[in-house]
């Protein structure tokens, strides 16, 4: 069984930077494909990130392309999203995700969830 907490969320300005981390217990996290969710108030969950067992392998959704860098080191088992130049349409909970099949979008696919850490932009 794979444990995720996410944490790094908190209050920033438009224009501001957050990083998020997601570290991972119970398990090795070599196997996994990380993907980062969110969800805004009334709005349906959203894929923003997803990178590869062996961080070789990233992939963003158009809404974050440019502005959200995703990492991992393995060895620490933590996952990284730095998110730069935020915009109050960033501000939702953000889950990290895994699953051992390959990226993808589809929340339903993913085999373990974090709790989630908010994130609020806003002057």
């Known amino acids: 069984q794979l444990q995720l907490v996410e944490s790094g969320g908190g209050l920033v300005q438009p224009g501001g930077s957050l990083r998020l981390s997601c570290a991972a217990s119970g398990s090795t996290l070599d196997f996994y494909d990380i993907v980062w969710f969110r969800q805004a108030p009334g709005k349906e969950r959203e894929g923003v990130s997803c990178?590869?067992?062996?961080?070789?392998?990233?992939n963003y959704a158009d809404s974050v392309s440019g502005r959200f860098t995703v990492s991992r080191d393995n060895a620490k088992k933590m996952v990284y999203l730095q998110m730069n130049s935020l915009k109050p349409d960033d501000t939702a909970v953000y889950y990290c995700?895994?699953?051992?099949?390959?990226?993808?979008?589809?929340?339903?696919?993913?085999?373990?969830w974090g709790k989630g850490t908010l994130v609020t932009v806003s002057a």
């Open positions: 995700a895994a699953r051992r099949r390959g990226c993808t979008w589809y929340d339903y696919m993913m085999d373990y």
């Open positions: 990178i590869g067992s062996s961080g070789g392998y990233t």
